[in-house]
C-alpha cells in the first residue's frame, strides 16, 4: 500500500472539484465519502443530490477562514492531499476497509491523533475500487497548526502495519533514501513532450554518467554543462561554490523560463557536499593495488582494484564507500564497453544506483583506488580486449554479490532489492562477454594426458568442489587456460588455489567457468621460476627446429607426477 503526501495550496474545492470529477480519462466511478471527521455534520455531494462540492470545502475551511480572520498574516498553503493506494494484486477493499484505513492514515500524519476532537478536518473520498483520496485543511478546531514534521515517515510505517493487519502485499519499508517519485504532472509533461523520462529522472542519469569523468566539483558542473544541461551554480562572496540546480533543455515553464531542480531534490546523494566529499576525497601517495607485476590498462586495474571487496567490507563505513565508488565503476565500464554488452551493464548501473546509498555515511577515501580505476576507464583511449573485458565484468559481478550480501546482513531492503536487479543484468553482461573466450580455449583443450595432470592439480587445489569443476562444461576451457599460463611459468595448482579463494564456490552455477574469468586476470603475466626458464627453453627449441627437451622439477612429495609436455 502506498500513501503519498502532497501539499496542494489553498484551493480545497479545486480539489474537490477533481476528486468529485469524471477523472482526466473517464476513470472516477461513484464518488463518495468513506471516512472524515465529524461525519454526521458533513454534506457528502456523491450521495446526497441537494449537496455542493461548494459546501463541502467550506465546511472544511472553516477552522481556516477562523483564523484568517484572528491573525492579520493569511494562512495559504493549508490544503493536504495524501492519495493511498492498494497493489494490483491486493484484494477488494470495501469502504469500512478504507475508511478504517484512512483513519489510520491521519493518525499516523498527525492530521487527527485518536481520541483528539480538536483535530483538524478532514474527508477520505472513494472513487476507483483501489484507492482513496484523503484531503485534510490543516488548521485545527483550537486554531493551532497540526505538527506535521516526518508525517511522511510515520505515515509509511502506518502502511506497513496496514498490509499486515488486512493481508496486503507486504512492501519495504522506506530508509529516507530513495529518489522522490515522478509527479503525476511531471509525468503528464514528460508524455506531452515526448520525453522517455522526467526531467529529474533524466538529469539523475546524466550527472551519475558525468561524475566518474571528474575529480572536482567544478570538473562536474563543467562536464554537465559541455554536455548540454543547463546548470545555476550558487557562490560565495569569495567565489566558492555553495549549491548548484541543473535543468534540462527545453523545460520550461508557462512564462518560457528554465526550470531548474536543485541537486538534492534530483536525488539524495547528488546534493553538492555529497559529491564534494565523494570526489574531492584526499589521494594516496601510490595506487593501494600497486604490485610487483602492475595490471597494463586501466581494465586490469580496475580488476584488481575490485580485490578490496574482500577486505574492506568489514567496517560499515569503508562498505557503504566501497559500494558507492561500485556504482561509478559499473558506470564507467557500461560508457566504454562494446555495443553488444552495453545495454545490459546500462541496465546494471541504473539499477545499482539505490544500491549505492543508505542510511550510513561512507568514509570516502577508503574506496579510491575503485573510483581512480573508474577514472582511468572513462579517460582510456582503448578499448579493452575479450578477456580484459569479461574479467572486469565477472569481478564486477561478484562484487555486487558482496555489496547485496552486505546490504541484505544490515537489513537495508531497498538496497539489496536494487542489487539484486542489477546482478542479474551483469550476469547476462558476462555470459555474453565470456562466450568469444570460452569458444577460442575449447578448440585449444590440451591432450588427455595434461588433462589428466591438470585434473590432479585441481583436486589437490579445491578439492571440495573438484568433481563440480571436473563435470562442468567449461573445464576443458579451464584446463586450456591452466595449460597456458603453465606455459608462461605459473603453476596451475597455486594459480587455482588463489583463484578459488577470491570467490566462494558453492554458490557458483558453473564454477569452472568462475575460475577461467579469474585465472584470465591472475595468470597474464609471466611468473619468474623455474618453470617460466623450462617454457622459454621448449619455446627456443621450437623457433629454432633444434630438439631439446626442457627439465622439469622432480615430482612432488607424496608421487605427484611430473608435467606432460602439450
Same mark, same amino acid.
Given at each position: 500500500?502506498?500513501a503519498a503526501?502532497?501539499p496542494?495550496?489553498?484551493n480545497t474545492?479545486?480539489?474537490?472539484a477533481?476528486l468529485?470529477g469524471?477523472?482526466?480519462?473517464?476513470?472516477?466511478?461513484d464518488?463518495h465519502?468513506v471516512?472524515?471527521?465529524?461525519?454526521l455534520?458533513?454534506?457528502?455531494?456523491?450521495?446526497?443530490e441537494?449537496?455542493?462540492?461548494?459546501q463541502?470545502?467550506?465546511?472544511l475551511?472553516?477552522?481556516?477562514r477562523?483564523?484568517?480572520s484572528?491573525?492579520?498574516?493569511k494562512?495559504?498553503?493549508?490544503?493536504?492531499h495524501?492519495?493511498?493506494?492498494?497493489a494490483?494484486?491486493?484484494?477488494?477493499?470495501?469502504d469500512?476497509?478504507?475508511?478504517e484505513?484512512?483513519?489510520?492514515?491521519v493518525?499516523?500524519?498527525?492530521i487527527?491523533?485518536?481520541g483528539?476532537?480538536?483535530?483538524?478536518?478532514?474527508?477520505?473520498?472513494?472513487?476507483?475500487?483501489?484507492h482513496i483520496?484523503?484531503?485534510?485543511?490543516?488548521?485545527r478546531?483550537?486554531?493551532?497548526?497540526p505538527k506535521?514534521?516526518?508525517?511522511?515517515?510515520r505515515?509509511?510505517?502506518a502502511c506497513?502495519?496496514?498490509?499486515?493487519?488486512?493481508?496486503?502485499?507486504?512492501?519495504?519499508?522506506g530508509?529516507?533514501t530513495g529518489?522522490?517519485?515522478?509527479?503525476q504532472?511531471?509525468?503528464?509533461?514528460a508524455?506531452?513532450?515526448?520525453w522517455?523520462q522526467?526531467?529529474?529522472?533524466?538529469?539523475?542519469?546524466?550527472?551519475?554518467a558525468?561524475?566518474?569523468?571528474?575529480r572536482?566539483?567544478?570538473?562536474?558542473?563543467?562536464y554537465?554543462?559541455a554536455?548540454?544541461?543547463?546548470?545555476k551554480a550558487?557562490?560565495?562572496?569569495?567565489?566558492d561554490?555553495?549549491?548548484?540546480?541543473?535543468?534540462?533543455p527545453?523545460?520550461?515553464?508557462?512564462?518560457?523560463e528554465?526550470?531548474?531542480?536543485p541537486?538534492?531534490?534530483?536525488?539524495?546523494?547528488?546534493t553538492?557536499?555529497?559529491? $564534494?566529499? #565523494?570526489? /574531492?576525497?584526499?589521494?594516496?601517495e601510490e595506487h593501494?593495488? &600497486?604490485r @610487483?607485476n602492475?595490471?597494463? =590498462? !586501466?581494465?586490469?586495474?580496475?580488476?584488481?582494484?575490485?580485490?578490496?571487496?574482500r577486505?574492506?567490507?568489514?567496517?560499515?563505513?569503508?562498505?557503504?564507500?566501497?559500494?558507492?565508488a561500485l556504482?561509478?565503476?559499473?558506470?564507467?565500464?557500461?560508457q566504454k564497453?562494446?555495443t553488444?554488452?552495453?545495454?545490459?551493464?546500462?541496465?546494471?548501473s541504473?539499477?545499482?544506483?539505490?544500491?549505492q546509498?543508505? $542510511?550510513? #555515511?561512507? /568514509?570516502?577515501?577508503?574506496?579510491?583506488a575503485?573510483?581512480? &580505476?573508474? @577514472?582511468?576507464i572513462v579517460h =582510456? !583511449?582503448t578499448g579493452?580486449?575479450g578477456?580484459a573485458?569479461a574479467?572486469?565484468?565477472?569481478?564486477?559481478?561478484?562484487?555486487?554479490?558482496?555489496?547485496?550480501r552486505w546490504?541484505?546482513?544490515?537489513?537495508h531492503?531497498?538496497?539489496a532489492?536494487?542489487?539484486?536487479q542489477a546482478?542479474?543484468h551483469?550476469?547476462?553482461a558476462?555470459?555474453?562477454a565470456?562466450?568469444?573466450?570460452?569458444l577460442?580455449?575449447?578448440? #585449444?583443450?590440451p591432450?588427455?594426458?595434461?588433462?589428466r595432470t591438470l585434473?590432479h592439480d585441481?583436486?589437490a587445489?579445491?578439492?571440495?568442489?573438484a568433481d563440480r569443476?571436473l563435470?562442468?562444461?567449461?573445464?576443458p576451457?579451464?584446463?586450456?587456460?591452466?595449460?597456458?599460463?603453465?606455459a608462461?611459468?605459473?603453476?596451475?595448482?597455486?594459480?587455482?588455489?588463489e583463484?578459488?579463494?577470491?570467490r566462494?564456490?558453492a554458490?557458483?552455477?558453473q564454477?569452472a567457468r568462475?575460475?577461467?574469468?579469474?585465472?584470465?586476470?591472475t595468470?597474464?603475466?609471466p611468473?619468474p621460476?623455474?618453470?617460466?626458464?623450462?617454457?622459454?627453453?621448449?619455446?627456443?627449441?621450437s623457433?629454432?627446429g633444434?630438439?631439446?627437451t626442457?627439465?622439469?622439477?622432480?615430482?612432488?612429495?607424496?608421487?605427484?607426477?611430473n608435467?606432460?609436455?602439450?
Amino acid at each position: 500500500m502506498i500513501a503519498a503526501i502532497k501539499p496542494s495550496g489553498a484551493n480545497t474545492r479545486g480539489l474537490l472539484a477533481y476528486l468529485y470529477g469524471p477523472g482526466r480519462h473517464d476513470e472516477h466511478t461513484d464518488p463518495h465519502i468513506v471516512a472524515g471527521f465529524a461525519m454526521l455534520a458533513m454534506p457528502d455531494p456523491g450521495r446526497d443530490e441537494n449537496a455542493t462540492l461548494t459546501q463541502l470545502a467550506r465546511y472544511l475551511d472553516e477552522p481556516v477562514r477562523l483564523r484568517n480572520s484572528e491573525f492579520g498574516k493569511k494562512i495559504t498553503d493549508h490544503v493536504w492531499h495524501c492519495p493511498v493506494r492498494a497493489a494490483p494484486e491486493d484484494r477488494y477493499l470495501s469502504d469500512a476497509e478504507w475508511g478504517e484505513i484512512a483513519q489510520c492514515i491521519v493518525a499516523a500524519a498527525g492530521i487527527a491523533p485518536e481520541g483528539d476532537d480538536l483535530a483538524c478536518r478532514w474527508i477520505a473520498v472513494r472513487h476507483a475500487d483501489d484507492h482513496i483520496h484523503i484531503l485534510a485543511t490543516t488548521v485545527r478546531e483550537d486554531g493551532r497548526r497540526p505538527k506535521l514534521h516526518d508525517s511522511g515517515i510515520r505515515v509509511g510505517d502506518a502502511c506497513r502495519q496496514i498490509e499486515k493487519d488486512y493481508g496486503l502485499r507486504r512492501l519495504k519499508k522506506g530508509d529516507r533514501t530513495g529518489t522522490r517519485a515522478p509527479t503525476q504532472a511531471e509525468m503528464h509533461k514528460a508524455q506531452r513532450l515526448g520525453w522517455e523520462q522526467t526531467s529529474r529522472e533524466w538529469l539523475q542519469d546524466r550527472i551519475r554518467a558525468a561524475i566518474p569523468h571528474a575529480r572536482t566539483a567544478e570538473e562536474l558542473l563543467a562536464y554537465l554543462e559541455a554536455d548540454g544541461i543547463v546548470i545555476k551554480a550558487r557562490r560565495g562572496p569569495s567565489g566558492d561554490l555553495l549549491g548548484y540546480a541543473a535543468g534540462r533543455p527545453g523545460d520550461l515553464n508557462k512564462d518560457g523560463e528554465q526550470i531548474f531542480h536543485p541537486g538534492g531534490k534530483i536525488a539524495p546523494d547528488l546534493t553538492l557536499p555529497k559529491l $564534494q566529499a #565523494r570526489l /574531492e576525497a584526499g589521494q594516496p601517495e601510490e595506487h593501494p593495488t &600497486a604490485r @610487483r607485476n602492475r595490471p597494463t =590498462t !586501466a581494465w586490469h586495474q580496475a580488476t584488481e582494484a575490485l580485490d578490496s571487496f574482500r577486505t574492506d567490507l568489514a567496517d560499515d563505513t569503508h562498505a557503504q564507500a566501497h559500494i558507492t565508488a561500485l556504482g561509478e565503476l559499473l558506470e564507467a565500464t557500461a560508457q566504454k564497453a562494446p555495443t553488444h554488452l552495453r545495454t545490459e551493464l546500462q541496465a546494471a548501473s541504473q539499477a545499482f544506483a539505490r544500491a549505492q546509498r543508505s $542510511q550510513i #555515511r561512507a /568514509e570516502d577515501r577508503a574506496a579510491h583506488a575503485i573510483r581512480h &580505476a573508474a @577514472r582511468d576507464i572513462v579517460h =582510456t !583511449a582503448t578499448g579493452p580486449d575479450g578477456s580484459a573485458l569479461a574479467a572486469l565484468i565477472a569481478a564486477l559481478l561478484w562484487a555486487g554479490i558482496i555489496a547485496n550480501r552486505w546490504h541484505a546482513a544490515k537489513g537495508h531492503a531497498h538496497q539489496a532489492d536494487a542489487a539484486r536487479q542489477a546482478l542479474h543484468h551483469l550476469q547476462e553482461a558476462a555470459d555474453q562477454a565470456l562466450t568469444p573466450t570460452l569458444l577460442v580455449l575449447e578448440q #585449444r583443450q590440451p591432450k588427455q594426458e595434461t588433462r589428466r595432470t591438470l585434473a590432479h592439480d585441481v583436486r589437490a587445489a579445491v578439492p571440495d568442489h573438484a568433481d563440480r569443476i571436473l563435470t562442468d562444461s567449461n573445464w576443458p576451457a579451464l584446463a586450456a587456460l591452466l595449460a597456458d599460463a603453465e606455459a608462461r611459468g605459473h603453476q596451475p595448482h597455486q594459480l587455482l588455489k588463489e583463484a578459488a579463494a577470491q570467490r566462494e564456490l558453492a554458490t557458483a552455477r558453473q564454477p569452472a567457468r568462475v575460475l577461467i574469468t579469474r585465472l584470465q586476470h591472475t595468470s597474464r603475466n609471466p611468473s619468474p621460476n623455474p618453470r617460466a626458464e623450462a617454457a622459454r627453453l621448449r619455446t627456443t627449441a621450437s623457433v629454432t627446429g633444434q630438439q631439446a627437451t626442457a627439465t622439469l622439477p622432480p615430482a612432488a612429495p607424496g608421487g605427484r607426477p611430473n608435467r606432460p609436455r602439450r
